[in-house]
Nanobody, 120 residues
Framework: QVQLVESGGGLVQAGGSLRLSCKAS????????VGWFRQAPGKEREFVAR????????YYAESVKGRFTISSDNDWNTVYLQMNSLKPEDTAVYYC?????????????WGQGTQVTVSS
């Protein structure tokens, strides 16, 4: 059973950058898809980005396209979310989630989340 731990959140000024990490333990993520989601206070959780680790395809929400980049390390143990040109509306708890080991479109493992706060 894979477990996920996020890190890298923090407080940053608008226009700044952060890199979030999602580290897997228990097994490699090589056959998984991994997504990043976020939830702001009083709002629904929303999709941010996804990477299919077997083929490398990536997908982004329109609100972050061109600013955020999802990637993985060569060992498929850690998935990153590089966030540039951050805006106050990016403030949220960010979660990573895994879909696998057979990709089905359903995320069945979730991390505990990491807080990102962007000040204006």
């Amino acid at each position: 059973q894979v477990q996920l731990v996020e890190s890298g959140g923090g407080l940053v000024q608008a226009g700044g950058s952060l890199r979030l990490s999602c580290k897997a333990s228990g097994r490699t993520l090589s056959s998984y898809a991994v997504g990043w989601f976020r939830q702001a206070p009083g709002k629904e959780r929303e999709f941010v980005a996804r990477i299919d680790l077997r083929g490398g395809n990536t997908y982004y929400a329109e609100s972050v396209k061109g600013r955020f980049t999802i990637s993985s390390d060569n060992d498929w143990n850690t998935v990153y979310l590089q966030m540039n040109s951050l805006k106050p509306e990016d403030t949220a708890v960010y979660y990573c989630a895994a879909d696998g080991p057979i990709v089905s479109g359903r995320y069945n493992v979730w991390g505990q989340g990491t807080q990102v706060t962007v000040s204006s």
